[in-house]
């Protein structure tokens, strides 16, 4: 499968963003979907999962109640809105795709700039 993701730019702090990653394949509805970050200097950090089997959904602690990933499987894409934008929040973004055998895909990243 391929990830192209897409949406980052810069927002000031309190603002919104929706990222979006679109994949390939015929096979997207049975991928388990995930977003990751990166901040400068940092290591890559979980960021929001959903699941495909049952759906669930799951967010590091930093980002709950801020973030919401969702998917489509119709149109082979998966999101995540990012409201109340934080500094903290600056990093390049990326999709990945977990297939039922544990093989992980990654897109390109997409960076997120949030300015004080």
């Known amino acids: 499968v391929q990830l192209q993701a897409s949406g980052g730019g810069l927002v000031q702090a309190g603002g919104s963003l929706r990222l979006s990653c679109a994949a390939s394949?015929?096979?997207?509805?049975?991928?388990?979907m995930s977003w990751f970050r990166q901040a400068p200097g940092k290591e890559r950090e979980f960021v929001a999962r959903?699941?495909?089997?049952?759906?669930?959904?799951s967010y590091t602690d930093s980002v709950k109640d801020r973030f919401t990933i969702s998917r489509d499987n119709a149109k082979n894409t998966v999101s995540l809105q990012m409201n109340s934008l934080k500094p903290e929040d600056t990093a390049v973004y990326y999709c990945?795709?977990?297939?039922?055998?544990?093989?992980?895909?990654w897109g390109q990243g997409t960076l997120v700039t949030v300015s004080s």
């Open positions: 990945a795709a977990r297939n039922p055998y544990g093989r992980d895909y």
């Open positions: 394949g015929r096979t997207f509805s049975t991928y388990s």
């Open positions: 959903i699941n495909w089997r049952d759906g669930s959904i």
